[in-house]
């Protein structure tokens, strides 16, 4: 049973943007934190934003805060990820996560969604 699954991918040029989705179950995403990493080639998964249940509270890492907006639509399960003015180093795999503590650390999460591929081009 799939937990969460990211879509709205792509390649883009430099100072695009993106909007990714991240479809939840109800169990997963209900009283859960939703968040959003990346992991660039060669690279290690790295936190990029926290939404918290239910009034939303965000925390964004320095890299693209005020670049991207992170939202939840409690009524469909759905958290999105806005990402705009992007750069070529915003390039990796994005991916979805849920879990019950308000953490950026990667291991504190319970589920995972497969990834959706983002590429920005110079």
């Known amino acids: 049973q799939v937990q969460l699954e990211e879509s709205g991918g792509g390649l883009v040029q430099a100072g695009g943007s993106l909007r990714l989705s991240c479809a939840a179950s109800e169990r997963t995403f209900t009283k859960n934190v939703m968040a959003w990493f990346r992991q660039a080639p060669g690279k290690e998964r790295e936190f990029v934003v926290y939404?918290?249940?239910?009034?939303?509270?965000?925390y964004y890492a320095d890299s693209v805060k005020g670049r991207f907006t992170i939202s939840r639509d409690n009524a469909k399960n759905t958290v999105y990820l806005q990402m705009n003015s992007l750069k070529p180093e915003d390039t990796a795999v994005y991916y979805c996560?849920?879990?019950?503590?308000?953490?950026?650390?990667?291991?504190?999460?319970?589920?995972w969604g497969q990834g959706t591929q983002v590429t920005v081009s110079s």
């Open positions: 939404i918290t249940w239910p009034i939303g509270i965000t």
């Open positions: 996560a849920a879990g019950r503590l308000v953490t950026m650390s990667k291991d504190r999460y319970d589920y």
